[in-house]
């Protein structure tokens, strides 16, 4: 059973940093299959804000690019999103994904909709 485990989430105040990581068990992330990171606030529908490809390419939302980092660990089976720059509007829950495809989805509002499985998810909060 593939499962998904978020850490790093917490508190900041704005400009701060953080490190989210996303463990993997029951699959190995090197297997190709595009990943990624969501957020999701209260109201609203989850959000991609960056994949990545089994090449190590990767891609980000206009909010999130030239401040946030997706990269990841294919000997830790381990998923990671350098937050840096922190603003209050990056306030959510972060959630990481295995999508269906090796092709990463292009940024849209049907991008949750390609995705295999979910993790719990982690909150960040950015204070101003």
Sequence with gaps: QVQLVESGGGSVQAGGSLRLSCAASG????NGYC????QQVPGKEREGVATIDSSGSASYADSVKGR???????????LYLQM???KPED???YYCAIYFGRR????????RLQVFTWGQGTQ???SS
């Design 27 to 30: 699959y190995t992330i090197s």
């Design 35 to 38: 990943l990624g990171w969501f």
């Design 68 to 78: 946030f980092t997706i990269s990841k660990d294919n000997a830790k089976d381990t």
């Design 84 to 86: 840096n720059s922190l």
């Design 91 to 93: 306030t959510a829950l």
């Design 104 to 111: 990463c989805p292009a940024f849209a509002a049907t991008m």
């Design 124 to 126: 960040v909060t950015v």
